[in-house]
């Protein structure tokens, strides 16, 4: 199936820093989501991207549909305790199937 | 809206029994996805119906699962017999067309 290549796995900052994470894929993707999963609960929805190098925000969130259309940025600036999560990246290009990352562990330090 | 419906939230069943997840989607949407979710293999595609249809199952593990879609507001997910290697997280998500997936909140899957 496809590969979505997330990085980095993990990351551990502290509060008030900008955070980055993006997404790659060896195919053309023609949608991206960013989605955000908290401990025992299901993953919500934050971004969803549609043209390529189009840059959309959400709050202190924004995220970017690169140039090349095989990757995608989420950046969360001054980030807070209740960012901690993970954040998945979601790709489509054909069909109806996304391709989902294997995820983004972010914990903010107080 | 409600959301994404899903039930049980928690699930513990023997090896061999039979398990039904359940889900009801957004109203108005025509769109139903079945997901697993492992620590080795993350989100999965299990399964995925338009207008009650299903329209991919290459996802589905083997003949144990089996999808329903009786109708617009509810899917079911069965697996028959059930096995330890199921244990997982399973989420159920709908959309309006193929593009922004909403999640429920899922059903932790054990069998001992």
């Known amino acids: 199936g496809q590969q979505l290549n997330q990085s980095p796995q993990s990351m551990f900052i502290q509060e008030g820093e900008d955070v980055s994470m993006n997404c790659t894929s060896s195919?053309?993707?023609?949608?991206w989501l960013w989605y955000k999963q908290d401990p025992g609960e299901g993953p919500v929805l934050l971004i969803a991207?549609?043209?390529?190098?189009e840059l959309t925000s959400n709050g202190r969130l924004t995220a970017q549909f690169g140039i090349t259309r095989k990757d995608s940025f989420l950046n969360i600036s001054a980030s807070i305790p209740s960012d901690v999560g993970i954040y998945f990246c979601a790709g489509q290009y054909t069909g109806n199937q996304f391709y989902f990352g294997t995820g983004t562990s972010l914990t903010v330090i107080p | 809206d409600a959301g994404v419906i899903q039930s049980p939230r928690h699930e513990v069943t023997e090896m061999g029994q039979e398990v039904t997840l359940r889900c009801k989607p957004i109203s108005g949407h025509d769109y139903l996805f079945w997901y697993r979710q492992t620590m080795m293999r993350g989100l999965e595609l299990l399964i995925y119906f338009n207008n009650n249809v299903p329209i991919d199952d290459s996802g589905m593990p083997e003949d144990r699962f089996s999808a329903k879609m009786p109708n617009a507001s509810f899917s079911t997910l069965k697996i028959q017999p059930s096995e330890p290697r199921d244990s997982a997280v399973y989420f159920c998500?709908?959309?309006?067309?193929?593009?922004?997936?909403?999640f429920g909140p899922g059903t932790r899957l054990t069998v001992t």
């Open positions: 998500a709908s959309s309006f067309s193929p593009r922004e997936q909403y």
């Open positions: 991207l549609y043209k390529a190098g």
């Open positions: 195919s053309i993707f023609n949608t």
